[in-house]
């Protein structure tokens, strides 16, 4: 392999003052930087311009990253959001096509908050709006009154499911993670396994399911934030170590084929 592993950040679509522009927050490039150890490039939000093999071609993974903004309702058939609901049709449009190609070609993914949120919509799953308004349920929001540390801070257990991929980086039965988000997984899409729920039941990461054609593909998505402060905390970072051993792996076989075609 002749450098680090290429890996895609997922982007969002802003406008800011009189412009437009593609973001992505600094903690997940710096986690794929430094957990991960590969070079982060952005995929802008431009499903107009480029078709998902286009862009899978130049990666060996991506990162499917949070963002204030929720998927659009209509791409998994459920209500009309609530009226002020942030959301971004151009990321939507981008990173939906992109899940399901980057599975079906075996290209690492790793999906964090709105991120594992888009993995279980592409794939034909469906979501909650508002968690904290299910009898039962907890409120899964953090504090936006307090310091990111706090909001960022441990917020409530997960319970780590047996034989699954989390425990497999050798995740113990239960971990404390944060908690930021409003939505969560409502129907499980079909191919993917539960790898851990919160106490009231909510699914807080998944995989997806062995026995499928892509199977040997690392695709995992989590509800929490694992990127935030990764190098201290040894749970979030096996999983972005995981996640950039399995980008190595892609990078190594992408060099061999350009070599047997050279």
Not at 101 to 109: E, L, M, R, S, Y
Not at 142 to 158: K, N, S
Not at 226 to 233: I, K, R, T, Y
Request: aromatic content about 6%; proline content about 8%; hydrophobic content about 40%.
């Amino acid at each position: 392999m002749s450098g680090l592993p290429l890996i895609g950040v997922t982007a969002c679509s802003k406008q800011v003052g009189l412009h437009a522009y593609h973001i992505s927050g600094d903690k997940y490039v710096r986690a794929v930087a430094i957990a991960a150890k590969g070079l982060p490039l952005i995929i802008p939000s431009l499903a107009d311009l480029f078709d998902p093999a286009n862009i899978l071609d130049g990666l060996d993974g991506i990162l499917f990253t949070g963002s204030p903004s929720n998927i659009e309702p209509f791409h998994y058939d459920g209500p009309a959001s609530a009226p002020g609901t942030a959301h971004d049709p151009a990321r939507d449009q981008s990173t939906l096509p992109l899940i399901r190609a980057a599975i079906a070609a075996g290209v690492p993914v790793l999906g964090i908050c709105r991120g594992f949120q888009e993995m279980n919509v592409a794939l034909g799953g469906s979501l909650h709006q508002k968690v904290h308004e299910l009898p039962g349920m907890m409120d899964h929001r953090e504090d936006d009154t307090q310091p990111l540390e706090v909001q960022y801070g441990p917020a409530h257990a997960v319970a780590i499911s047996p034989g699954g991929v989390l425990a497999s980086l050798g995740l113990p039965d239960t971990i404390q993670v944060n908690s930021i988000h409003s939505q969560g997984v409502d129907r499980l899409a079909p191919g993917l396994q539960v790898e851990a729920r919160a106490p009231d039941g909510l699914v807080e990461a998944f995989s997806l399911k062995q026995g499928k054609a892509f199977a040997d593909a690392f695709a995992l998505g989590v509800q929490w934030h694992p990127e935030w402060q990764v190098s201290s905390n040894p749970y979030y970072l096996a999983i972005f170590k995981a996640f950039g051993d399995a980008c190595r792996k892609r990078a190594k076989q992408r060099d061999a084929h350009a070599s047997n075609n050279a």
